[in-house]
């Protein structure tokens, strides 16, 4: 049994899973260490395998209509359920209404709340007297640490001499973090040591012990927040890898994430996340995304680092189709492609063991 570092958790994520609005709770299934989870929530569908869905393999992680549905199963079967986990990505980050009514039951069952939110529930009294009457705790992921406990840039990243990797991507919600946890594991799985450096809530969901949440943070710490992530990271750990996950794109209009990450993370490579499907920015009907290659030329031109390869993101492709897609890319690109979710991590880890 694995160890996690938390306890076991249902995760609700109504009306959005299998959508980008989920990729909270998407890897939350996929992998953590924070939480046993045990549920997802969503009514569509409803007595379907939350892995199977995802991507095609059993992972025993039953999705449920409505929460209770899910606490009464669970506890039946005997399970302690110890954490309510939003597992929401909305746009805005904003708490649809029609979730309260969740929030409010699980706090009624002594359940702890986790959200990864913009929409700070710990601000809200109602629901603070709530959890302090039935002794639960309520933990806003993306609430920043207070100004005196944030870090700025100070030049200390020169000092880390690990492989520095960045996983960006040609989009927001394009698998980034996946794919960076994939890394990781990768590298593991050879007997090396390597750390993910977190940049969103997500990955400090599933557990990466240095992270940060960048898009809550004051513009003048964000550099030096990654800086000091990437440095803890290295300092304590003394990894062969630091894997850093990227945020939004260069390009993206409404998430153009990435500048600090090369300027403060100082990778000594990038590996980019595209989706060949993909003809819009996420989110935002007519914004055609900006070609690969030019993509890969303001990464380089803005680093002075080299993109040495390019994960793919298969969505709306069937399996028979992602050996073509790699194909196409790299006569686009003349860059190696790897589908790791797909595929595994070997043939990208036997590249970059060479570097």
């Known amino acids: 049994m694995k160890k996690v570092i938390d306890g076991n958790a249902i995760v609700y994520c109504e009306g959005a899973f299998n959508t980008p609005n989920g990729k909270t709770a998407h890897g939350l299934v996929r992998f953590t260490e924070r939480y046993n989870v045990l549920g997802v929530i969503d009514s569509r569908f409803a007595g379907q395998d939350a892995l199977q869905l995802l991507d095609g393999k059993q992972g025993n992680i039953p999705v449920f209509e409505t929460t209770q549905q899910a ?53 809200k009294p109602d629901l603070v007297a709530l959890a302090e009457k039935n002794g639960c705790t309520i933990r806003d992921i993306r609430k920043p640490p207070h100004r005196n406990d944030l870090h700025f840039f100070s030049g200390k990243i020169e000092e880390v001499d690990c492989l520095k990797l960045a996983v960006l991507g040609t989009d927001s919600a394009i698998g980034k973090r996946t794919t960076a946890w994939i890394i990781v594991h990768g590298f593991r799985q050879k007997g090396l040591k390597a750390e993910l450096v977190g940049t969103g809530q997500t990955a400090w969901l599933q557990g990466a012990k240095y992270s940060l949440v960048m898009d809550s943070l004051i ?34 209009p409404a998430y153009p994430g990435g500048f600090e990450i090369l300027a403060a993370g100082r990778p000594d490579y990038v590996i980019l996340q595209h989706a060949p499907t993909r003809l819009e920015y996420d989110g935002f009907p007519g914004y055609p995304l900006h070609p690969i290659e030019q993509q890969i030329q303001a990464i380089e031109m803005i680093s002075g680092k080299k993109v040495i390869a390019i994960t793919l993101n298969h969505e709306n492709m069937q399996p028979h189709e992602i050996p073509e897609a790699c194909k196409a890319l790299t006569e686009a690109t003349g860059l190696p492609v790897f589908d790791v979710l797909h595929d595994g991590a070997e043939g990208l880890i036997g590249l970059l063991e060479k570097l």
């Open 71 to 123: 606490y009464q199963t669970l506890t039946s079967q005997g399970h302690e359920i110890k954490y309510f986990v939003i597992g929401l990505a909305p746009d805005g980050g904003r708490l649809p209404a029609i979730a309260m009514n969740d929030v409010i039951w699980a706090l009624q069952h002594r359940l702890n709340i986790d959200s990864g939110l913009h929409d700070f529930l710990s601000e």
């Open 219 to 252: 513009n003048d710490f964000v550099s030096g927040e990654i800086e000091h992530a990437v440095y803890e990271a290295w300092q304590n750990e003394r990894p062969d890898a630091i894997i850093i996950e990227g945020q939004g794109s260069l390009m993206n």
